[in-house]
């Protein structure tokens, strides 16, 4: 381009990059005529690259495959968007190996900003990462004490939610309660299970262990494929000796599972079976029966998320705490009601 215009290749910067106030209109002129005929777009990246600040961010989620985390990508990007920054999608089995893999490559490309949303037991693979200069954040999870590698958090109060479901159906007359998941080894699920167990002997039942069905078997998480596992486990508990009259589960895909395996038995919910799920998808009020759940505010909390994470990435003094903990809510729809005498 430089030669195209007949100017030096620093007089072809000045122009792109708006410092021509000083310069002749005659050059200014041949620049942007060479700019013209070579239709040259600037390279926004190249520039970033350059400066070693890339207005792009990180998010790690478990997977896709399970809407929840479908949509908060969704909210995440496009409040990313509204200041400028775009979003790379990792999804990662919540394995922490790959997890760290992730966060190499993506500061290999001068990427600084990360949200995380797999709710890991311990950040601890992640300590290095934020030694390193990358800014972390925790969606869904709250930190608890891991504020020297997390910089920010949202999350919604996990422990309350389950209690507020098992509440729920302690309320409508349900003694024999199960809980459904796939394996309990993040943070979110431990709260919930915990949580079920609190309101259960707050009310002077004792939690039935023979009523807890975790997968065992199941690939990662079980997160892509959580329907099934629900399904599969709903199908044993109902053939139990005693088998519950209502089920918790960890979120709304094992219980839209846990609604087809019930019904295959010819159990009918809720007539047969209360069913409450965890997120409040999409699915979850189109179903039949739609679902009672426990509500995330996933577009409040992805708001706040790439708020907190942007700011802290740009020096902005921010409004309000770093860490985040939202109240859940129970939305009582038709899978619930008082068992059969």
């Not at 890339?54 to 968007?81: H, R, Y």
């Not at 998941?181 to 431990?190: K, L, Q, V």
Request: hydrophobic residues 40%; neutral net charge.
């Amino acid at each position: 381009m430089a030669k195209r215009a007949g100017v030096s290749v620093s007089t072809v910067s000045n122009v792109i990059n708006g410092r021509h106030a000083k310069m002749g209109a005659r050059t200014l002129r041949k620049v942007q005529e060479a700019i013209d005929e070579l239709n040259y777009t600037p390279s926004a990246v190249a520039r970033q690259l350059k400066s070693g600040q890339i207005k792009m961010l990180g998010l790690v989620v478990p997977s896709v495959a399970n809407p929840f985390w479908g949509t908060a990508s969704q909210l995440i990007e496009k409040a990313a968007l509204k200041r400028g920054y775009q979003v790379l999608i990792c999804n990662t089995e919540r394995d922490p190996e790959l997890e760290a893999n992730y966060f190499s490559s993506l500061y290999a490309s001068s990427i600084r900003g990360i949200i995380l949303g797999s709710s890991p037991v311990s950040f601890d693979h992640l300590s290095e990462h934020a030694k390193n200069g990358m800014i972390i954040g925790a969606f869904d999870r709250a930190t608890q004490g891991a504020n020297d590698i997390v910089s920010c958090s949202v999350s919604v109060d996990q422990t309350l939610g389950a209690r507020l479901a098992t509440r729920h159906l302690i309320g409508l007359g349900h003694k024999r309660i199960g809980f459904i998941s796939g394996p309990i080894g993040t943070s979110s699920r431990t709260a919930r299970v915990e949580g079920m167990r609190s309101e259960l002997e707050k009310a002077g039942l004792t939690p039935d262990p023979d009523l807890i069905w975790v997968a065992s078997n199941a690939t990662g998480f079980g997160d892509s494929h959580a329907a099934e596992l629900g399904r599969t486990g709903i199908r044993e508990l109902l053939t139990l000796d005693e088998p519950p009259t209502a089920v918790f589960t960890v979120n709304d895909m094992y219980a839209i599972g846990i609604c087809s395996g019930a019904r295959e038995l010819g159990f009918r919910v809720p007539a047969d079976l209360s069913v409450v799920g965890f997120d409040d998808i999409l699915m979850a009020k189109v179903m039949e029966p739609p679902l009672t759940t426990i509500r995330q505010p996933v577009e409040q909390m992805a708001e706040l998320m790439v708020q907190k994470l942007i700011d802290t990435l740009e020096g902005v003094e921010g409004d309000g705490d770093a860490h985040v903990v939202l109240r859940p809510e129970l939305m009582v729809r038709s899978s619930t009601a008082a068992p059969r005498n």
